[in-house]
């Protein structure tokens, strides 16, 4: 089992739309998450980092996290063509090593 | 701030070439750098852990004379892909850490050809 469970997607919204990004993780001694935006052949942009369980708003992203269930999320509210990327979920219990999801591809079309 | 810069881009080069790649933390000093590859639709794959004036710590099934790691300094390491042959080709890509507990920053990555 992988430490971090991402779906692939691709997922498509429209313009405007609030967008839901879920990642699971098998580590119960998690504490630390992030969040990362990939666009193509790029390195990923951290977006969204956060300790231990609830929630963390930054603009138009929130990022939310369930210990009980080993659910984190990230929506993005009235999402642009430009938050089209991949995104990348990532946990780890020590901070020191964080163990990445596989990325969902995120489009917004206009 | 936390810009992380990763050289060269691009390279392309012919079987048999070793290849350096670096990377720098711009804006503040990286206790440790890490280097992960990544293939198409696939997540990052850690290779390698370094701490600044310690040996790279490398992750199962990398070949540490194969992919040489050096980070001599608290804003620069760097990685030599040695002999490089076309099944290196890939995606690589640096992180640095300004300390424990604190998120990764990325580069660019480095996209490697080997023909």
């Known amino acids: 089992q992988k430490e971090v469970e991402q779906d692939p997607g691709p997922l498509s919204v429209p313009e405007g739309a609030i967008v839901s990004l879920n990642c699971t993780y098998s580590?119960?001694?998690?504490?630390?998450f992030m969040w990362y935006r990939q666009y193509s052949r790029k390195g990923p942009e951290l977006l969204m980092y956060?300790?231990?369980?609830g929630n963390k708003e930054d603009g138009r992203f929130t990022a939310q996290v369930d210990k009980s269930s080993k659910y984190i999320s990230l929506f993005i509210r009235d999402s642009q063509p430009s938050d089209s990327a991949t995104y990348l979920c990532?946990?780890?219990?020590?901070?020191?090593?964080?163990?990445f999801g596989t990325g969902t591809s995120l489009t917004v079309i206009p | 701030g936390a810009v992380v810069s990763q050289h060269p881009s691009r390279v392309i080069c012919k079987s048999g070439t070793s290849v350096k790649i670096e990377c720098r933390s711009l804006?503040?000093?990286?206790?440790?750098m890490f280097w992960y590859r990544q293939f198409p639709k696939q997540s990052l794959m850690l290779m390698a852990t370094?701490?600044?004036?310690?040996?790279?710590?490398?992750e199962q099934g990398v070949e540490k004379d194969k992919f040489l790691i050096n980070h001599a300094s608290l804003t620069l390491s760097t990685l030599t892909v040695t002999s490089a042959h076309p099944e290196d080709s890939s995606f690589y890509i640096c992180?640095?850490?300004?300390?424990?507990?604190?998120?990764?920053?990325f580069g660019d990555g480095t996209r490697l050809s080997i023909l």
């Open positions: 370094s701490n600044e004036g310690s040996k790279a710590t490398y």
């Open positions: 992180s640095a850490r300004e300390t424990p507990n604190q998120p990764q920053h």
């Open positions: 956060t300790y231990s369980s």
């Open positions: 804006d503040f000093q990286a206790t440790t």
């Open positions: 990532a946990g780890s219990n020590t901070g020191n090593q964080f163990y």
């Open positions: 580590n119960s001694a998690f504490q630390y």
